[in-house]
């Protein structure tokens, strides 16, 4: 695991330019429209509950987890001092062009890789535990995805990874080695709670609920329950949960880090030479958030008790 992402870094992409700067993607204007705005989606005929969250949603089968996580930067060495001033995280150099934040060596705590490379179309990927990749790549094509990469060693004696796009088009990886994961907090409702500057939550998009219900579901064994109109809350049953959203295409996947005070990170964001989207928003009875661009262009996104 701790040399999850080389693989990405071999592999090119001919898709969107990466550019260095917040500004110059357009998150300099705290403009959050393009991110978080609304749109037309359904939840396919399943029924819709708006009074219950994922603290009482069905748990999946704890079978394939999500064991990483990756983003892409304009300026890796810039997000690298951010995240660690902001959040106190001992982010490691792997290789030229990746570094690599690692909670625990021995015990299975979401970490992620940063990288800096230009062709990868997507700021963010999550990789999912299976013990046989050729098989799920088998798998993900007949129920609708595209293998993007096969599968191949991180390095000697290292374990596999491959990569493949869902029928939404984000792109997910597998890998087919990882520790236990190790159980996260549900960071939504009344009492709930975190480990600070740990991800609580991941947020992806999908283009239809009734297709996300069958091919996660199917292939990963997650369990699904619509919840607020437009969200699916989906639970692997193993470490990190979180919601697809059906809005924002442009943002297919957004990880989210526990802070007891939202406001309080924010405004260490902006010392540290980030830009936030505004104020922390509190939703009552379900928990507060907050949204930042580091100085590199790498975005995150908060979560923290309801005020």
Known sequence: MRNLGIALITAAFA?????????????GDNDTSKYFGSGDRSTAGMELDMSKGTAQMPVGTGEHWISWLEFNS?????????????FGWDIQPYMEGYSMWMPSLDQGVLGCGLMQNPEMPQLASFYIYTPDIDAKLAEVEAA????????????????NIAMFTDPSGVMVGLVDAALPAEPVANPIGVGATGTPGHFCGLEVYQADFATTNAFYKGLFGWSMKPS????????PGAGIAGVFQGHTP??????????????????????????????????????????FVGPGGLMLGLMGPAS
């Open 15 to 27: 898709a969107t330019t990466l550019i260095g700067t917040a500004e110059a993607r357009g998150f």
């Open 74 to 86: 304009g300026d890796l060495a810039a997000d690298s001092a951010f995240l660690a001033e902001v």
């Open 144 to 159: 609708g995805g595209s293998t993007v990469m096969p599968k191949m060693p991180i390095a000697e004696d290292m374990p």
């Open 228 to 235: 607020m109109e437009e969200y699916l809350d989906f639970s």
């Open 250 to 291: 442009d943002a297919p996947v957004m990880a989210y880090i526990w802070s007891e005070d939202v406001q309080a990170t924010l405004d260490a964001v902006t010392a540290a030479g980030g830009t936030t989207f505004g104020e922390a928003m509190s939703m009552e009875g379900i928990a507060s958030f907050g949204y």
